[in-house]
């Protein structure tokens, strides 16, 4: 298998905070790779440096090879990565049209654009139905929807999702772990950060734990579901008693 | 003249002054749309221009479309000089700590810059007045009894043409979507890869060519330059952009005529002292209800001088 993204030595912090204390990892192609910690562990805080958003400091970031660490945003973007970020964060008082478009703000060539504007709104009927109204008055689920395919506009390599599930009903829960599955099978690489680790431990084909700014585990969730060390401090032990129920 | 022909007349007047209002506040608002920040300094930088294009035509005799050519160069560097200093790129990131304080900072320099600019201007052309080329001579147009100034229709036909433009980049090209999104949400514009600082620049250069646009004709029309004009401009574009809405562009541009519209009829029937202040009661009826709407009170408190509120 071959990396995607590589992650050596990263740190990053807002103001004298340090949130990242020296990150490595690497993400294979073509899986979903799955982040996991507690609050403040700094996951969005990686998110953020890996996109170029929050200025990263010491270490590197490779994408295929090539160093993007210390990059513009704009230029990460337009080098293949795309982060749907937490709490959507659409632009409200833009119409949804609009907001694909803007995904696509980084690409060249109408036709193609136009192209893949159409075959998003075929992917997701329910923006299609909602394609002149504003995002702000779209709902949660529907907001993430846009967000994902905001993302997936600028043709990403590698697609960073940041708690896509957050502040969602179950039912919309399982829509969008869904739609992750699907946007994996076209062959784009995911990064996910999510709360919701039985959700995405099912999906993932490999994982990472984080922890005060540094990434302490990472193995194949099959035998994290195994692992009771991991069970008890990550997956709560309701999730334990729950696994030995069933 | 007629009650109706004395009206009309004095409307006619008033909206070719607002039009002018609402070019400066289309400036103003611009800027404001994408750093949600005051730029107090917005009038001084196109003053500048203005004296330096002055100067230069008093000095070679040169034409007034290399006159406004000079006036829009000099003022799109005070712009951009204006938001390295005060408003860097990295100060429209909310997310950032200290925001309040941030905010503070970037007006009271904007402030500063606004003196510095200003003196710069009237220590090295201290007199009070300076000539200034004329547009079109006062030529009058007379249509069904009424008689517009050709000048005047030239603030209208520009003011027309500045909205016409502004609107059609802002809607229809991909640089215009990059400022829409960076104006709702920075935080996005940044994740989806639009270059934010670009933006700023941006917003600083076709507000400085707006402004100027408006400070030209204004100048032109009267045939004369005072040290006055930036505040006077400033003043004004601020006035139209809090009563129109922070932020709006629309409001912005429907404010502005009305003011001018406004200003005009208090003239005429109480005479020019009460002309300015019939603008500041009406911002303070907008203000004091805005107060007074529960829950309004804060966030249009902190919305004079950033806050939310862009459409």
Known sequence: MTVVLSVRGLTAGYGKIQALKGVSLDVEEGGIACLLGPNGAGKTALMFALTGILKAQEGSVTLRGAEIKGLAPHHIVESGVALVPENRLVFPSMTVLENLRAGAYCRSGKGEIDADLAKMLSTFPRLQQRSQQLAGTLSGGEQQMLAVARAMMSRPKLLLMDEPSIGLAPLVVAEIFRIITQVSRQGVTIFLVEQNVHMALKIASHFYLMEQGKVIFSGDPKTAMEDDVIQRAYLGSSAAQHRQGA | MTAFGDIAQTTIDGVAAGALYALFALGFTMIFGVIRRANLAYGSSVMLGLYVATLAWMTFDISIVLCFAIASAVAIAAGLYVQMLCFPSRAADRQQPNDAHRLMVSVAASFAVWMQLEELATLNMPAHLYPFPALAGDAVIELVG??????????????????????????????????????????????????????????????????????????????????????????????????????????????????????????????????????????????????????????????????????
């Open chain 2, 146 to 311: 009424l008689s517009i100034r050709s000048d005047a229709l030239i603030v209208l036909v520009s003011a027309l043409a500045v909205c016409a433009a502004l609107y059609l980049t802002l809607y229809r090209t991909r640089f215009g979507l990059g400022i829409r999104a960076t104006v709702d949400l920075p935080r996005a514009a940044s994740v989806v890869g639009i270059n934010v600082s670009g933006v700023f620049r941006k917003a600083f250069v076709i507000a400085a060519i707006v402004g100027t646009i408006g400070a030209f004709v204004a100048c032109a029309t009267a045939e004369q330059l005072t040290p006055k004009l930036g505040m006077w401009l400033t003043l004004k574009a601020m006035l139209a952009m809090m009563v129109g809405g922070l932020g709006s562009l629309r409001g912005a541009v429907v404010a502005g005529v009305a003011l001018g519209v406004l200003e005009a009829h208090v003239q005429r029937h109480f005479g020019p002292q009460l002309r300015d202040a019939s603008t500041y009661l009406v911002l303070f009826a907008v203000l004091a209800w805005r107060a007074w709407r529960p829950g309004a009170a804060t966030q249009f408190g902190v919305g004079v001088l950033g806050g939310r509120g862009v459409r």
